[in-house]
């Protein structure tokens, strides 16, 4: 009997594996809101509709169009202009609220940083942006990229299940590189993101798979 019973348990892990291994991975809708900057402001300063902005003091937020934007009529643009000293770095955050489980998540969109110092000449090394995923406060993605006057377009989907007890946040994080000097203009651009969540859903063949199986070992089980 005690290999009887020991027969039927790896004979259904087997089943939950073999259920798992065709799973099918569905992506929802994005789960950002704002997701392309194309919300009403109503004239209030450094306000973004959605996010949570730590502005570079000195600095000022605004909505361009006009072939600035990568997606819809507008971008999100933060501008410090005329300044000599190293600010603190600026970020836009969305945080979204998620029930416990386990998820896979597909990150995407567009960044762009650049650094203009004297004579308006780019300064390629002095600036960076960074785009970070993170789940309850834990690095999930962060990719940085440097100030060269190009839109930068990042995809990232986590191979594995990522744990989420409360929340994931997206982060954009920007700032100058310290020692730079003379700056006349400071700039950084984002617009086109997605944040999609997904569960593994096991395919309905798979189910009925493990179902006929189980029942059919426990049937055995009970003639034996």
Known sequence: MKLMRLAFVCAAAALLVVSASHAQIIFGPNLLQNNSFEEDTFGIPNYVPGWDLVPVPGGGVDFPGGGEQRDGAKAFRFVTGFFTDDRPDGSLSQTIALAPDFYYFNFSGWVKRYVLGDGFALKPDAGFVT?????????????????????????????????????????????????????????VLADGMGLQAAKVVPEPASLLALGAGVLTLAARRRKV
């Open 131 to 187: 785009v970070q995923l993170k789940a309850d406060g834990n690095n999930v993605m962060s990719w940085t990229y440097r100030s060269d006057d190009n839109w930068n377009f990042f995809w990232f989907v986590t191979p594995q299940q990522v744990q989420v007890q409360n929340s994931v946040t997206v982060n954009i994080l920007w700032g100058t590189k310290p020692g730079q000097g003379f700056k006349s203009f400071d700039v």
